[in-house]
């Protein structure tokens, strides 16, 4: 059975490849557009990542983050925020596991970030 990883990002080029990529790399994938859609899917999903962006409609990632953090079935979820910029990362932010940049090459960047917070061999799992 696949790892399954859940994206949640407005921006529909963005979710689209973060989408991709996760599927190249043998997850299942579920999108939202935003943390209410999100939690939404939380209630019949469940991730074994969450790669969000923060800055969305209806409830931002911080807000999504602080949900996933106070409900005990999703407070140990692997978390990948999506940030605007390098230079623009809200040390607040660090509920998160890891974060990625939307200046900066994502498919590579998302790589590094599953290794890191899904460990390699279970990563290299999914890809079987």
């Known amino acids: 059975m696949p790892a399954v990883a859940l994206v949640v990002d407005d921006s529909m080029l963005i979710r689209y490849t973060v989408c991709r990529s996760l599927e190249e790399r043998g997850y299942a994938v579920e999108s939202a557009t935003n943390g209410v859609e999100a939690l939404q ?7 074994d990542v969450i790669v969000t962006d923060m800055q969305m409609p209806k409830m ?3 807000e999504l ?5 106070k409900n ?4 140990n979820i692997p978390i990948i925020i999506v940030a605007g910029r ?8 660090k509920r998160a596991n890891f974060a990625i940049y ?3 090459d994502i498919q590579s960047q998302l790589d590094k970030a599953l290794d ?10 999914a890809g079987k």
């Open 86 to 93: 390098a230079s623009g990362f809200d040390e607040k932010e």
């Open 41 to 47: 899917i939380l209630e019949r999903v469940h991730p």
């Open 116 to 125: 890191a917070v899904m460990g390699k061999s279970q990563s290299q799992e």
């Open 102 to 104: 939307k200046d900066i």
């Open 60 to 62: 931002s990632g911080s």
């Open 65 to 69: 983050i602080t949900a996933l953090k």
């Open 72 to 75: 005990p079935e999703t407070a």
